[in-house]
């Protein structure tokens, strides 16, 4: 049974930078593709990134140009580095395969002050 485990979110004032982290537990990591998600209370989660196991990425509107998904393969880990913050992207952001393939993990809360 695969379980995701998100942290790195926190309080930060506008136009700041956070790098979420999220560590899979479970066998095969390195052939999965991964995805960030973010999902604000009362609304549908909202795909944002895409990596594939061999390293391609994909953006969504509300994230390209400020957020970079990354992974490492050795560490079993994917990442979203986020900059330039907005208020609107206060929401418990959550990773998991682009298909929602495992469990859902708790999530991590970023909260973005003007």
């Known amino acids: 049974q695969v379980q995701l485990v998100e942290s790195g979110g926190g309080l930060v004032q506008v136009g700041g930078s956070l790098r979420l982290s999220c560590e899979y537990f479970?066998?095969?990591?390195?052939?999965?593709?991964y995805a960030w998600f973010r999902q604000v209370p009362g609304k549908q989660r909202e795909l944002l990134a895409t990596?594939?196991?061999?390293?391609?990425?994909n953006y969504r509107q509300s994230a390209s140009g400020r957020f970079v998904i990354s992974r490492d393969n050795t560490k079993k880990m994917v990442f979203l580095q986020m900059n330039d913050l907005k208020p609107e992207d206060t929401a418990t952001y959550y990773c998991?395969?682009?298909?929602?393939?495992?469990?859902w993990g708790q999530g991590t809360q970023v909260t973005v002050s003007s």
């Open positions: 990596i594939a196991s061999g390293g391609s990425t």
């Open positions: 479970g066998r095969n990591f390195r052939f999965h593709n």
């Open positions: 998991n395969g682009p298909n929602s393939v495992f469990p």
